[in-house]
């Protein structure tokens, strides 16, 4: 995912969106053409407010105010908004990342082990809001993730990805749930 947005090189092939090669961009224009990054550990800027958060996501596309729509998958950010958003739960904290990456505008949004630290009642609220942004948006998401009951629930398709190299793949109705455990066990 950091070779994707840009963060770290690729040793080879190309990345492309909407027929456009944007291997060579930098991070930042990266984002302009469509992609979005929630890292590992959703880094927040923690002395921040809420709505300052969410805004810093706004600049590329020259919005000034937090959409009303993000307020509608995220109610609980409009009520925190004056929060510092390192006084939230970790929960609310990942909202705040994805809220932000969705600020952008993204045609594919990158989650990189979302359920990292979150409990397991909010992991199955993330994953309804996942799938509710996806079918409601027709955004692409793309997730790398662990914890497989949370995977199964969002994905239209899985790829076991070990040492770079895809090892294994299928559709979600065609999962074989028992090959794919043998992959995730160690």
């Known amino acids: 995912m950091k070779s994707l947005i840009g963060n770290l090189p690729l040793r080879s092939g190309s990345i492309g969106l909407d027929g456009k090669d944007i291997t060579k961009l930098p991070a930042y224009k990266r984002v302009e053409s469509g992609l979005a990054y929630v890292p590992q550990g959703r880094m927040i800027f923690s002395a921040m407010t809420v709505t300052e958060n969410i ?4 600049f590329v596309r020259n919005e000034k105010y937090v959409p009303e729509d993000l307020y509608k998958i995220f109610p609980v950010l409009r009520e925190m908004g004056s929060r510092r958003g390192g ?16 600020a952008t505008r993204p045609k594919v949004l990158l989650l990189d ?8 009642s909010i992991i199955l ?22 914890v497989l009951s949370f995977s199964l629930d969002i994905a239209d398709r899985i790829l076991v990805i070990e040492g770079g190299n ?16 043998r992959f995730l066990s160690v």
């Not at 006084?87 to 969705?102: D, E, K, P, T, V």
């Open 55 to 58: 805004e810093t996501g706004l």
């Open 87 to 102: 006084n939230l739960s970790g929960g609310q904290q990942q909202q705040l990342a994805i809220a932000r990456a969705l």
């Open 113 to 120: 082990e979302p359920t990292e630290g979150i409990q397991p």
């Open 125 to 146: 609220e993330m994953a309804q809001m996942l799938k509710q942004i996806r079918d409601n948006s027709g955004l692409s998401i793309m997730v790398s993730e662990q």
């Open 166 to 181: 895809i090892v294994y793949q299928t559709t979600k109705e065609d999962v074989d749930v028992e090959k794919l455990t």
